[in-house]
């Protein structure tokens, strides 16, 4: 039987410039999967290690269940770029925490439309550094498959500081995990890590940090046009190499909000006993709390955040809904010279919707003698539209090159 292999283009009218996918094509792509698959639509099975196979896939669900909880999510989406309403969006995040701390201010944003068009919820990141915490975060790729043997204990590796867990929806022999913790400042417990990797040789790669730095890109400067994004891996190689290669060039940066997760306060710490320790527990367990469900109100615990903002002691941000950015893709840059953050900062300034956090912390790849320590990186994440990532993808892996950036990982699917 011969394969026969479809491509985009396949698809695609180049006269009319539009796609030909109708409902008939999808019912028909239906049709063959069944044949294929049977009627009804299984997880695949693999030969995993059990307590793996029952960690990543839950036995209570199947495709059925991802379908619709698919078509749920579309149904609720009300894309509408209303380029008044987006303006005062801008506005309103650019000064986001005056907003915040004067009720009838919020009361009267609270009552427009763009609030109740685009967002979402209200979060924060807490100043963790001023409790004498530290937020880490912990990627790593496991050997699943490495020897019949293979033991990894969850229980060890997610301790009681374990906040949460991100992982993609994939069939991989070496699915990577994304984790965060709370630490005593700048201590993380990594004892089981270190096992698996010195002792086991179970861990392919990892990257073990926190967060020092937060710049908050959001703005509609480029990409947007009446009808919708357009997001060009063209465009945006052109705009990076006006930043490298022309030193005149300026990006005009907008929309660029910068805080400091990692200042140390002289002699102030807020420890258990203090009123400012006990309201954080309050608003924040292992995520903050939807701000804008209490401020506005007069419930008790509104002042008790009015205080936490004023002290600078949480950080909030806009988490958006209805401007359609489908894909969220991460890059993980241990150990980079830190004169580079400024432009690496430009150059993906470039997206409307990107966060990038300076990181310290340590590093492991299969062939490394050691570990080894970082006190400069990067997280940077970055939304997008429906577009072709690979070609961005692909950008990417030449602007590093250039730059001489030997490790970094770029992933998705993690939520």
Known sequence: MRRVKFEARDFYDFENGTFLYSEDVFKQTRINSQRILGEKIEWPKYPLIDNVHEFFW??????????????????????????KELEELSEFRNNLKSNLLYYDTFIDF?????????????????????????????YFRPFFYKSPTFELDFKLLFINSFQRINYPACFENDTPIFCEYIFPYKTPNNSYLNWLVKAKRNISEYCLFYKKKFYDIFHF???????????SSI???????????N???????????????NEIPESIIHGRDTKEYEALTHIYNTQSIDLKSYLGTRYGIVEQITELLKGSLIHPYLSLENLNFQDKISIIIPNI??????????????????????????FFTYGFEDVKPFENGLLIEIWFPECELDEFFEVFDLLFEFLKIKHYIIFNGFG
Request: charged share 25%; hydrophobic share 35%.
């Open 58 to 83: 839950s036995t209570k669900q199947n495709m059925d269940t991802l379908v619709k909880t698919v078509k749920n999510r579309v149904l609720h989406q009300k894309i509408d770029f209303k380029l």
């Open 110 to 138: 609270k009552g427009q439309n763009f609030f109740e068009r685009y967002i979402n919820s209200i979060n924060f990141l807490p100043a963790f550094q001023k409790f004498g915490f530290s937020q880490y975060y912990l």
């Open 221 to 231: 400067n480029r990409n947007l046009t009446k009808n919708g994004w357009s997001y």
């Open 235 to 245: 465009r945006f190689k052109s705009y990076m190499q006006d930043i490298l290669f």
């Open 247 to 261: 030193p005149t060039y300026d990006p005009k940066i907008s929309g660029l909000r910068k805080f400091d997760l």
């Open 337 to 362: 010279q830190k004169e580079k953050n400024e432009t690496i900062i430009k150059i993906f300034s470039f997206f409307n919707l990107c966060q990038i956090y300076e990181i310290e912390g340590e």
